[in-house]
C-alpha cells in the first residue's frame, strides 16, 4: 500500500541552527503535503501544508519544499529553539480531502 | 488545543472491559475523527464523521465504533477491550471552507492501557 515515511528517527540539533526534516512519499497521485509538530503530552499541532501546485512555501521560521520529482518533502526550521523539540511528521493526501497518510514521525532535540 | 477536549486523558482497564472515549470540540467544525498512535507506526485513522447523521470507517475500524451524539460531541468505544487496544488515542476535528477540508486540529489525546 502507499506509505508516508521520514528518513532520519532522531535529529540533534544546536540552538540556534537550522533543521532540516525529511519525508519520502510514495503516492505520486498525492497533491497535498501537511507538517504537524507533537510535543510530549499533547496532540499533533499544524505547522505548515502545501499543495502540488507549489515547491516552496514559507510560514514564521519555517520552510517546506517539495520534490514532486523524487516524491521528496522536508520542513526547514530556521533559528532552531528549545521549544522546537518535539516529534515532526508529514502527511499526504488529496487537497480538500483529510483522508490523510500519516509518516511514523522524526524526533528533534535541540541541545542549549 | 482547549478547543478539542478529550476524556479521560488516561485509562487503565482489564481485557474483555467496555471503554468509552469522550471528545468535545467548541470550534464549531462538522467534521471529527479518531486516530490511534502507536509506536513506529505513526497516526491510523479508526472513524471519522462529517456531521451528525454520518459515521465513516478509517483504515482499522475493527473493535471499535463510535457515535456522533451532537455537532460538538464524537465518543468513541471498545466495546470488550484486548490488550493490542493499548495506544494513544487522538480525537481531531476540521473545517470545511469553499467545499475543501481544512487542516485537522487535534486533542492531547487519552492514553489507554488494557492489561
Known amino acids: 500500500g502507499e506509505s508516508v515515511g521520514l528518513h532520519l528517527p532522531t535529529l540533534s540539533v544546536q540552538e540556534g541552527d537550522n533543521s532540516i526534516i525529511n519525508c519520502a512519499y510514495s503516492?505520486?497521485?498525492?497533491?497535498?503535503f501537511i507538517w504537524y509538530k507533537q510535543e510530549s503530552g499533547k496532540g499533533p499541532q499544524f505547522i505548515i501544508d502545501?499543495?502540488?501546485?507549489?515547491d516552496k512555501r514559507q510560514g514564521q521560521r519555517v520552510t517546506v519544499l517539495l520534490n514532486k520529482t523524487v516524491k521528496h518533502l522536508s520542513l526547514q526550521i530556521a533559528a532552531t529553539q528549545p521549544g522546537d523539540s518535539a516529534v515532526y511528521f508529514c502527511a499526504e493526501g488529496y487537497y480538500g480531502n483529510n483522508r490523510l497518510a500519516f509518516g511514523k514521525g522524526n524526533q528533534v532535540v535541540v541541545i542549549p | 488545543d482547549a478547543d478539542v477536549t478529550q476524556t479521560p486523558r488516561n485509562r487503565i482497564t482489564k481485557t474483555g472491559k467496555r471503554i468509552m472515549l469522550e471528545c468535545s470540540q467548541t470550534k464549531g467544525h462538522d467534521r471529527m475523527y479518531w486516530y490511534r498512535q502507536d509506536p513506529g507506526l505513526g497516526l491510523r485513522l479508526i472513524y471519522y464523521s462529517f456531521d451528525v447523521k454520518d459515521i465513516n470507517k478509517g483504515e482499522i475500524s475493527d473493535g471499535y465504533s463510535v457515535s456522533r451524539q451532537a455537532q460538538a460531541k464524537f465518543s468513541l468505544s471498545l466495546e470488550s477491550a484486548i490488550p493490542n487496544q493499548t495506544a494513544l488515542y487522538f480525537c481531531?476535528?476540521?473545517?470545511?471552507?469553499?467545499?475543501?477540508?481544512?487542516?485537522?486540529?487535534f486533542g492531547d489525546g487519552t492514553r489507554l492501557s488494557i492489561l
Open positions: 502545501i499543495r502540488s501546485n507549489m
Open positions: 481531531a476535528t476540521s473545517d470545511r471552507d469553499r467545499g475543501l477540508d481544512q487542516p485537522q486540529h
Open positions: 503516492n505520486s497521485a498525492s497533491d497535498y
